[in-house]
């Protein structure tokens, strides 16, 4: 029997401190970190996704960053082939390998092993949702996701119009969810020592303020300039999906103000933080620890480090 490799997590909703938090269990643990973000591994979409800097990573090596141009396609398949085997690599190293992020589908398909097998697709089934999309809005088809495959609706957003197509598409071809799709491809046990541990606020309002907090601040380290690039380097129909981009698609068009922009991004990026909790808390593995019930970060790191001994292979 193999053993197991000691994966430590570190999920939660976005503006929660998972890079923090990783970089330093990464320092105290001789480990390197694996992103789980289904848009920081596109190049050039930086600031609005939250990468971490290059002095943010103190010498931490990052792995399923900046993989690919925002006009190719990336499936949570592949993502899940390239995080196993950076995973593995790391291990095979005698480091440990820390999960951090966000994307609850990400993460689960690959903490919990699932094999993917090949699903039918059509051309014209996914040109008909299009159209619709382009009709109704994403907000639309999102639904007709979430009447179908709720479970895979949470962790997506309606931007997110690819793969919301795609969940629907998967659904109308074989009668099946995605989501059952991936329950059925759980053949094989995890092959991971878990330590899973979920960041949160008490106080939802003090999460929604470092949110607005941050959202203020990617303004100033030049968010607007990011998507200028995106839009000249015709990479916008990637960044249309992520929160942060589109929004100011509109103020670019001269069809709402600057102000009016930003304010849209805070209330989304919101939403998805409600998402993902939403997502996370199903998952009875994850030890949740609130922030602000700690009286300073090194007292968070004292809870975080005994949590990570307690796991047999992990120490």
Known sequence: ?????????????????????????????????????????????????????????????????????????????????????????????????????????????????????PTPS???????????GDIHGNEYLWHMLNKIDPELAQNLHPNNQGRVIRGIEIYRLTGVTMTEHQRLSRLHKSPYNLCMLGLNYSNRQTLYDRIDLRVDLMVKQGLL????????????????QAIGYKEFFDYL???????????????ETRRYAKRQLTWFRRDRRIHWLN?????????????????????????
């Open 291 to 315: 922030i602000d019930e700690f009286t300073d970060f090194n007292q968070l790191m004292m809870e975080v480090s005994q949590l990570i001994d307690k796991r047999k292979g992990v120490n």
């Open 1 to 117: 029997m193999l053993k197991k490799i000691p994966l430590v997590c570190v999920v939660g909703p976005t503006a929660s401190g998972k890079t923090k938090l990783s970089i330093e269990i990464a320092k105290l643990y001789n480990g390197e970190v694996v992103s789980a973000d289904s848009m920081q591994i596109y190049k050039y979409m930086s600031i609005g996704t939250a990468k971490p800097t290059i002095e943010e990573m103190d010498g931490i090596p990052h792995h399923c960053i900046d993989l690919i141009t925002p006009d190719k396609t990336f499936s949570v398949a592949e993502y899940v082939e390239y995080a196993r085997t950076s995973i593995a690599d790391i291990a095979e190293r005698g480091k440990l390998p820390i999960l951090a992020g966000g994307t609850g589908l990400y993460v689960n398909s690959l903490v919990d092993n699932i094999t993917f097998t």
């Open 253 to 267: 068009e001269g069809k709402t103000s600057l102000n009016e922009a930003v304010e849209r991004v805070k209330q």
């Open 225 to 240: 300039d990011e998507v200028h690039a995106l839009i000249d380097k015709g990479y916008s129909k990637t960044s249309v």
């Open 122 to 132: 059509s051309t014209e089934l996914r040109s008909e949702l299009k159209k619709l």
